[in-house]
Each structure stands twice: as structure tokens, then as C-alpha cells.
């Protein structure tokens, strides 16, 4: 199994409401990619709620291999979720790890 974790820090300039917006859309879309995706095992996403971190979004999903994650990452529902980060989104982390 494999466990792909993704970090999301949103632009700083951003208003409070305008982060929500963009965090709670791409929640939405991307906890909606498993009926969607047949290869995703697991899947969901966090808001921080630590404001001594720097990170707004965390991203932990469950695939059966590495090659399934690369089906997932190029899969056009999942291209359309990550493009509503697209004009928000300051950087992004990954982490894969095989268990």
C-alpha cells in the first residue's frame, strides 16, 4: 500500500473568506474523486487548525501501488480538483510512502 500526503500553503494575500472558499471547493472535489477514480483506496482532506503552522491543507489518500498514484495524479477529475488551487495555491509538499 501506499500512502500519498500532499501539504497546500494558500498565498498570503488571500482574505480569510477567500481562503475558505478555495479550501472548502477543493475539499469538496476531491473527496468527491473515489466514484470517480476506481484505483483510490482512501482519501480526504484537512484544514489546519494550528496557526503557529505554515501549512492551510493537508491532502491523505491510500493507493495500492505507485503506479496507481500516477493513474490518480493524471486522471482528468483529479486535474480539474488541483486547478482550484491553481490561482491560490503559494506551494505545495508531497510525501509517497510505501507501507
Not at 15 to 40: G, N, R, W
Not at 56 to 69: G, R, T
Amino acid at each position: 500500500m501506499v500512502k500519498h500526503i500532499v501539504l497546500f500553503k494558500l498565498k498570503d494575500s488571500l482574505s480569510s473568506d477567500e481562503k475558505m472558499q478555495v479550501m472548502t471547493s477543493f475539499k469538496q472535489a476531491i473527496e468527491a474523486l473515489p466514484a470517480q477514480i476506481s484505483v483510490i483506496r482512501h482519501i480526504e482532506v484537512g484544514f489546519n487548525i494550528n496557526p503557529a503552522e505554515a501549512w492551510d491543507i493537508a491532502l491523505y489518500s491510500e493507493f495500492d501501488s505507485l503506479d496507481d498514484v500516477k493513474t490518480y495524479a493524471t486522471h482528468p477529475a483529479h486535474v480539474a480538483a488541483g486547478s482550484l488551487l491553481a490561482d491560490a495555491k503559494e506551494s505545495r509538499s508531497c510525501v509517497d510512502f510505501e507501507i
